[in-house]
């Protein structure tokens, strides 16, 4: 059985004709299974995935930039909230702690409640509470939270316990905060002090604002400069990459035209090769048939029958050879496909098919044949051949129709045999060593940029599918 290691499944494709069933196809090869050539990348695309590539590192490093500079902003914010504080902690606040207000007093309360509007509130303080060491609220500017108890935070009491200030970016989640307005504040508490030396906890809200204002200054501060790094780095490569595409193309030229004058070496070599068996060993050979059928015919004279059957049977071996010996030239240079055309070559190929039992038969639509180069015939020649020559030692007693026909700009090659088939997904789990047709047919049609499908199953035949569109370069 063939190899199969170029096998790749496929959705179910019905077969045409009437009464077909639907069959599982196989795609052996396509455009897209050719091994990427860096020798041919477009510079195009070369010069869009970098540019792409920058863009994507400009937008990531742009938000890198404002989570950053968020950051250092609310760092700035806490810091400046903190020193706030301590200023109005010790200029404003502690001067006004009496023990009438420790004690409630009313007069003394509006006293100090004139004095935070007057002097606090107006610098983006929008907040302020005076706490017992108890968690009860002495005052606040919102008159509802006066008289209120809540149980003070860990890291209040830290601050009661270890005189210090304490400032943070506040999420307003606390049940202190039920009169708050906005989605976050900078929370800013330290200890003072009545003159009995009782410790009460000072704390003021300040406007999240500004924050948002010293991230724009800080993200432009040093994104531009780092974005236009990017962007130079970008930059920087592109006549490198210009000349190194010029190089590769010229390079891409250069191995096609290798390729092509081994090609034409080849051509020329098996031309070579064809000739000498034809105008040697061929002759020779039907030379040598001419005089032993001659002999046999003068033993037969005689009347030595022995003698004429002997040289007969070694006429029918010499004209067998004969035969073999042409099947090979078609095989190895087909005249007929550079001077009589694809279909007297594929029609050579048929009549050459060696299997017991096997009969071809080839059909060109009107046409078909005068929209394929050179390229392209030779590529139909070829999978074909091969096809032929898996379906005479594989099929069985067959009929194979080969058909070559135009589908829009494309045009398709079909091998059909009703023969034995073959089970494609078992060759594919348990691959046969020492077959190479599939490999083969693999490449042929991959090297060349075709479609190249299978549909077989066992008893159901086989039904190899070529899909060529014609190149400018091979019309």
Known sequence: MPEP??????????????????????????????E?????????????????????LLLLVGGASALVARSL??????????????????????????????????AAVHAFDALIHERMLARNVVRVKLWTDRGRILYADEPKLVGEIFALSEEQLEVLRNPQTH??????????????????????????????KTTALFEIYVSYNPVGDRTATLWRSFAALTMASLVLLAILPIPFLWHLLGRLRRGERLRAD?????????????????????????????????AIAGGAAAAQ????????????????????????LRTLLVDIYPPSLEHSGLEAALTDLAQGVRGEG??????????????????????????????????????????????????GPQA???????????????????????????????????????????ASELGAGTHWRLTVTPTKESS
């Open 301 to 324: 004279a005689r009347g030595d029958v022995a003698a004429a059957r002997d040289l007969g049977d070694a006429a029918t071996v010499v004209r067998r050879s004969i035969r073999s």
């Open 36 to 56: 990427a050539d860096p020798a041919a990348i477009s510079p195009r695309r070369i010069f869009t995935q970098l540019f792409a590539v920058v863009l994507v």
């Open 167 to 196: 400032a943070e970016i506040s999420r307003l989640t606390e049940s202190e905060n039920a009169f708050e307005h906005a989605d976050r504040l900078v929370e800013v508490y330290r200890p003072v002090w009545f003159p009995d």
């Open 358 to 407: 096997v009969a071809v038969r080839v059909h060109l639509d009107p046409g078909v044949e005068d929209r394929l180069g050179a390229k392209d015939a030779r590529l139909v020649f070829r999978v074909t051949q091969e096809c032929l020559r898996n379906a005479g030692q594989h099929a069985g007693p067959a009929t194979v129709q080969v058909r070559l026909a135009a589908a």
């Open 412 to 454: 398709v090659l079909d091998i059909v045999d009703d023969g034995v088939g073959f089970d494609i997904a078992a060759v594919l789990a348990d691959p046969a060593p020492g077959h190479f047709g599939l490999r083969v047919l693999s490449d042929l049609a991959g090297e060349a940029g075709a479609r190249l499908e299978v």
């Open 258 to 290: 290798l390729s092509e004058r081994a090609l034409d070496a080849s051509a020329r070599e098996r031309r070579r090769i064809a000739a000498t068996l034809h105008d040697g060993p061929v002759q020779e050979l039907a030379a040598t048939s001419f």
């Open 5 to 34: 290691s170029a096998l790749r499944s496929a959705a179910p494709v019905p077969e045409a004709g009437a009464g077909a069933a639907a069959r599982r196809w196989h795609t052996f090869s396509t455009s897209a299974t050719r």
């Open 73 to 106: 902003a609310e760092r700035e914010a806490v810091s400046d909230a903190a020193d706030l504080a301590d200023v109005l902690a010790e200029a404003v606040v502690q001067p006004a702690m009496t023990k009438a207000l420790a004690d409630g007093d009313p």
